[in-house]
């Protein structure tokens, strides 16, 4: 009988030829003994992995260990892995494949436009959340709330703030602003940059035209206490406002008592 596409089960190499059924012969390549059982066509499965003729029973690769056989995903019966049709339900089994397969794609671009949508909605949402208790920073009477909860926010609301501190027109806004700045960077695990941030923004509040706003910028560089913050609070010490030197002096204590302990 002619065989081609045979490998040699032991090293692999090619076989072919006429070879007699149920007869040994010996590899060409290493001379290991060979023996091809005479099945019929139909019942064997050819091995898509290592191209040996394997029993229709089996569902590995008596060579190899790969599958031969493959699911129906239609009913889930076992088919032979060179069949074409279901042997049960007569489905295409490759069309069937390819059908599942980009129904899972499509599910799965779905799933990830939603995932993002929500994400997108979700950030609309605390940006929202973020402007209006800016917004509530404009009364007084209104700052411990917000304070609270932009500090909750952390690292989200530290732009806002440094955007409301530097050019709100409301100086209740502005040391609203510095006043939660400082809560946030002295009570929560903050970025570094949003921290350098903060701080350049504070320094800049020191010469803001309100002795509040400047009073609570002070206060709030002498929570965290900043090293390069020591130079305009000294010069704070000469402010026109009474509270606002005795602020720029405990803050600069502080920097001082801080620099001890490192």
């Excluded at 690769?61 to 069949?83: A, E, F, P, Q, T």
């Amino acid at each position: 009988m002619k065989i081609e596409r045979l490998v040699c089960p032991s090293c692999g190499g090619s076989l072919s030829g006429d070879f007699l059924p149920n007869k040994k012969f010996e590899c060409p390549s290493c001379g290991t003994a060979l023996l091809i059982t005479d099945l019929a066509t139909d019942q064997t499965v050819l091995c898509p992995q290592c191209q040996t003729p394997n029993r229709e029973e089996l569902r590995y690769c008596s060579n190899c260990g790969g599958s031969l056989k493959v699911d129906c995903i239609l009913c889930h019966s076992l088919n032979r892995i060179d069949g074409v049709y279901c042997a049960h339900c007569g489905a295409h089994l490759e069309r069937a494949r390819a059908k599942r397969a980009e129904m899972q794609e499509i599910r799965r671009r779905v799933q990830f436009e939603r995932l993002e949508a929500l994400k997108e909605k979700e950030a609309r949402q605390q940006q929202e959340r973020i402007e209006r208790l800016i917004t509530a920073l404009d009364e007084p009477e209104n700052h411990q709330f917000a304070i609270f909860q932009l500090n909750q926010l952390g690292d989200e609301a530290v732009d806002a703030l440094v955007e409301t501190l530097l050019n709100d027109d409301d100086p209740d806004a502005r040391y609203g602003s510095a006043i939660a700045l400082g809560r946030i960077c002295a009570e929560r695990d903050i970025k570094a940059l949003n921290k350098a941030k903060a701080t350049r923004a504070l320094i800049k509040a020191l010469n803001d035209s309100e002795p509040v706003v400047r009073f609570w910028a002070a206060e709030a560089l002498g929570k965290f206490k900043s090293a390069i913050a020591r130079q305009p609070l000294a010069a704070l010490l000469k402010d026109s406002h009474q509270g606002v030197r005795q602020q720029a002096r405990r803050s600069l204590e502080k920097l001082v008592e801080a620099k001890s302990k490192s």
